[in-house]
Nanobody
């Protein structure tokens, strides 16, 4: 199983980016898949997830600005990020859990290598 993220970069405050996570060795339609981020000196934060029923959840800090989605045909997860803020600066990771439902306590079994997002004011 391999998860490969791309699409990160440097943008100014208010800008947009779309992150992608290509999955190999698993069909994301059957798994709980999520986006996480970690800024230097801070704990890892769950940003958004989507389960096998298509149910999504977003952290309060990104609600209304970020949207998680997936393309089953391309076996790819996305994170559309709009109105970016400097506090969104972090390394972003996608992760997959061997469960159909997401939520507290879910153990994510596979992680990508991360893609850096930097937002300047």
């Amino acid at each position: 199983v391999q998860l490969v993220e791309f699409g990160g970069g440097s943008v100014q405050s208010g800008g947009s980016l779309r992150l992608s996570c290509a999955a190999f060795g698993l069909s994301i339609r059957w798994w709980c898949i999520g986006w996480f981020r970690q800024a230097p000196g801070k704990e890892r934060e769950e940003v958004a997830f989507i389960d096998s029923n298509g149910k999504t959840s977003h952290a309060d800090s990104v609600k209304g600005r970020f949207t998680i989605s997936q393309d089953d045909a391309k076996n790819t997860l996305y994170l559309q990020m709009n109105n970016l803020k400097p506090e969104d600066t972090a390394m972003y990771y996608c992760a997959a859990a061997r469960t159909r439902s997401c939520g507290p306590g879910v153990n994510y079994n596979y992680w990508g290598q991360g893609t850096q997002v930097t937002v300047s004011s």
